[in-house]
């Protein structure tokens, strides 16, 4: 399945902006099921400096300044995405991946192979996601269990977090800490995947931060609004002899075709999708909007000329 991603963020300032410094991580990596097609930035007003590279994880970093007065910055990122998630999800349920029990996945990580040395620094405390309190470590031992399978537990605990938590758009924000959430009960997606990152980390696996969208299926009839997609996270366990298992708790389920992948970190610090410094003396607000467009043969033509309109063409 094939998508085209518009993600447009706007800053609109009271003062004016003398020069700001921005790191962007919008472009979508390429990852296992997924291919960048295509990809478009737009910046306005038009930056003094641009360059991209890759990060410490392999996500695509896109840096630029603006070194002229402006009081609106608008950055919009235009994408074509292959999806085929299809053969990854079938491998899920393969026996190497759901056998390994949390006891043998301990020991495993004790063998220090090259897949296991990447996969361990996601133990580690991170910015946003510290040594687990006893509350959110004795939620984690009620689906780890020694003898269980660590994508059984895992598959539970996202289901946990589902049931448990209430989905409260403006509760939290980027510093809200995570025993705040945990003792709440509320959240957004990004809470609700360091959470979980924050219990698997308790016990002693690697755990990561995914960083993406998710389509929005319109109810039955109903046509699909514009706009109505968003930015979207979920988490990704490592389990030794397998490889790494996504889950997404704000919706229950192994993620799939209508999942797409921007980047992984150990935490939202690592990927946010939008950070910089701003020289005013004034406040600012901040619009968001995202839309992913699935592409039959009918649309196809009109997707690839939205692909084409952008200021800066990479793939």
Partial sequence: MDFIV????EYSYSD????????????PRVSPGQKLLEYNLKINPQPTEFSERKDFFG????????????????????????????????RFFSDNCTKVTLQEALLLLKNNDLNNLEAKQFILDST?????????KDYALQSFKPN?????????????????????????????????????????????????????????????????????????????LVGADASHAWFAIYIPSFGWVDFDPTNNKIPDNQHIVVGWGRDY??????????????????????DIRAIDDSTSESANSDVATGQFQTQ
């Fill in 6 to 9: 518009t993600h447009i963020t």
């Fill in 16 to 27: 004016e902006v003398v020069f700001c410094h921005n790191i962007a991580t919008i472009k």
């Fill in 59 to 90: 996500n695509n970093i896109s840096r630029f300044s603006i070194q002229q007065e402006h009081k609106k910055l608008s950055v919009t990122s235009v994408c074509k995405i292959a999806r085929d998630y299809e053969a990854i999800r079938e």
């Fill in 128 to 136: 946003l996601i510290k040594n687990s309190k006893s509350a959110i």
């Fill in 148 to 224: 269980r399978s660590v994508f059984e537990a895992a598959n539970e605990l996202m289901q946990r977090i589902f049931i448990d938590f209430d989905f409260v758009s403006g509760f939290t924000n980027v510093s809200t800490p995570l025993d705040v959430v945990m003792e709440e009960k509320k959240g957004v997606c990004q809470d609700f995947a360091q959470i979980a990152i924050a219990c698997i980390r308790s016990v002693g696996l690697p755990a990561r931060y995914v960083s993406g969208y998710i389509e929005t299926l319109p109810p039955p009839g109903k046509p699909k």
């Fill in 269 to 290: 610090y690592d990927v946010p999708p939008l950070k910089g410094v701003v020289y005013s003396s004034g406040t600012s607000k901040l619009s968001v909007s995202v």
